[in-house]
């Protein structure tokens, strides 16, 4: 999970609705859930975050505040004495109980952004993150779908029923522009342009805005949906009509969780080689780009990384492909 700079400035006071506030996590005191409000409340409206951003900020955070609201000396109302030791023996205690360095990892990301902001309010005497060595994370090469296994799964959808053309739309979407599931969840059909086979995404990872690209397999599969499955799914809807692109059966904004059950369906037919995952496909367009001769700048800016570097991962997924080259091109690759 990525971090942010500090702002140079005092964030605004927000005050949210009832109905808009982070419910109550059970088992924190009031001063701990106040804490934690506040917090999400930040990264919600001042930092634009997305909700599953948030959602793992507030597991995250949540599950610290227990470890805070349970330690003798701190006990449920005295945050702001939490130090350097308390948050060594948190993480510690997830250590010893089996959690991955990724996992570990990104708990105290989560903790150093909480404990800046909280620091910067005046919940904290002292940011008790400062001086933690990062921890190192075992280095996990994402894993993507061969060729076949694509066409496997793109053509497994239904393509007389609307949730199939729907399914292969999206599929077929997140192959062959790179964009995320979360940004696919935002799309609304004006955000489209099958004409330059572009669509736009508003407010992606980083607050950024960009252009994707679609081929001539995913503009068909979108044109298809767009025409007949889409308007059943829009008919279906009793109020005023949702623009999304991503309809559910009552004509509703396809949710997150209904972009992965869509996924489940279809994913386990493609592969029984790793677990797929919608980012699955993000990763594919990206080692396929590459395998078949894109440069890593434009893949970079095509899936929307602020930095090369986190791009360049996919060069070592690429290796596999360089060394099947390799083997079955050079002449004393093998021993006879």
Known sequence: MSDWQEPHIPPPEITLNPVDAPPLEPGLSAALNDVLTGFLQYLKLAKNASAHTVRAYRADI???????????????????NTARTHVRAFLSGLQQGDYRRSSLARKLASLRAFCRWALHNAYLEADPTIGLTAIKQEERLPGFLRMREVETLLSAPDPLTAEGQRARALMEL???SG??????????????DLEEKEVRIHHGKGDKDRIALLGDSAAEALQVYLQNGRKWLASRHTGIPDNALFLNRS??????????????????????????T???????????LLNNGADLRSVQELLGHA??????VYTHVTTEHMREVYEQSHPRAEEE
Request: hydrophobic share 35%; aromatic share 10%.
């Open 174 to 176: 997140l192959y062959a």
């Open 62 to 80: 949540a599950q610290f505040l227990g470890f805070v609201s349970e330690h003798p000396e701190l006990g449920p109302d005295r945050f702001r």
């Open 179 to 192: 964009i995320r599931a979360g940004e696919a969840h935002n799309l609304n059909v004006e955000d489209l």
């Open 307 to 312: 930095h090369l570097i986190t791009t360049q």
């Open 251 to 276: 004509g509703s904004r396809l949710s997150d969780r209904g972009i992965r059950r869509t996924f489940d369906r279809y994913f386990r037919a493609a592969s029984d080689r790793l677990k797929i």
């Open 278 to 288: 919608p980012h699955t496909l993000r990763h594919t367009f990206a080692t396929h």
